[in-house]
């Protein structure tokens, strides 16, 4: 079945500064990956997704990158700001199957 | 319009007694999904429904819990005889037919504590 990794598992970055959480899966048929944030106490939440015939994917301030080949895709923050801080869980999905998802970075943004 | 609603939003309940936790999918959304998450760690897959059937029930931890889905809407999770260590935030989530790759939307979850 599918495998999902992310690194790291923590990251401080000053505000302003960029963050960059990784992860990897396993299944190369899988074709669907979302990022979700989760602020404490609260559910996760959609920032943003790729699908796998797509490289790069931006919205403002947050990027998603994907490499097939490789099969690791990558969460970019720009500019960050200390509302940012959260944790961010990566998934990757098969064609009609579950979602599978990474453990999860805590990403802390010190002002 | 309205999103996914779980109820309770908080269930406390003695070892060995049964509980069962309810997930209102966003109308027209026939993928359904079950996460279970403790404290500060990730999401933890339980079950999925497309529709009314469930292609997926492998993460069910143990034969103490059970899902049903009726009417391709509303989904109850059942634990029975609790144990200490079900205690988490059970998180229902909801999408558009699972064939297609569309985006997950959660629900608030419901903290189970078990005494």
């Known amino acids: 079945g599918e495998n999902v990794e992310q690194h790291p598992s923590t990251l401080s970055v000053q505000e302003g500064d960029s963050a960059v959480i990784k992860c990897t899966y396993s299944?190369?048929?899988?074709?669907?990956f979302p990022w979700y944030k989760q602020e404490l106490g609260k559910r996760p939440q959609l920032i943003i997704d790729?699908?796998?015939?797509?490289g790069e994917k931006k919205d403002q301030r947050i990027a998603v990158t994907l490499n097939k080949t490789a099969k690791h895709f990558s969460l970019h923050i720009t500019e960050t700001q200390p509302e940012d801080s959260a944790v961010y869980f990566c998934?990757?999905?098969?064609?009609?199957?579950?979602?599978?998802f990474g453990p999860g970075t805590r990403l802390s943004v010190l002002p | 319009g309205a999103g996914v609603s779980q109820s309770p939003s908080n269930k406390v309940t003695e070892k060995g007694k049964d509980v069962e936790l309810r997930c209102d999918p966003i109308?027209?959304?026939?993928?359904l999904y079950w996460y279970r998450q403790s404290l500060g760690q990730g999401l933890e897959f339980l079950i999925y429904?497309?529709?009314?059937?469930?292609?997926?029930k492998s993460g069910l931890p143990s034969d103490r819990f059970s899902a049903e889905r009726t009417g391709g809407s509303v989904s109850t999770l059942t634990i029975q005889r609790t144990q200490q260590e079900d205690s988490a935030v059970y998180l229902c989530?909801?999408?558009?037919?699972?064939?297609?790759?569309?985006?997950?939307?959660f629900g608030p979850g419901t903290r189970l504590t078990v005494t």
């Open positions: 998934a990757a999905r098969f064609y009609g199957q579950n979602f599978v």
């Open positions: 790729i699908r796998s015939n797509v």
């Open positions: 989530a909801s999408s558009l037919p699972s064939g297609g790759a569309y985006e997950q939307y």
């Open positions: 109308s027209g959304h026939t993928a």
């Open positions: 299944d190369s048929a899988s074709n669907y």
């Open positions: 429904f497309q529709g009314n059937s469930a292609p997926d």
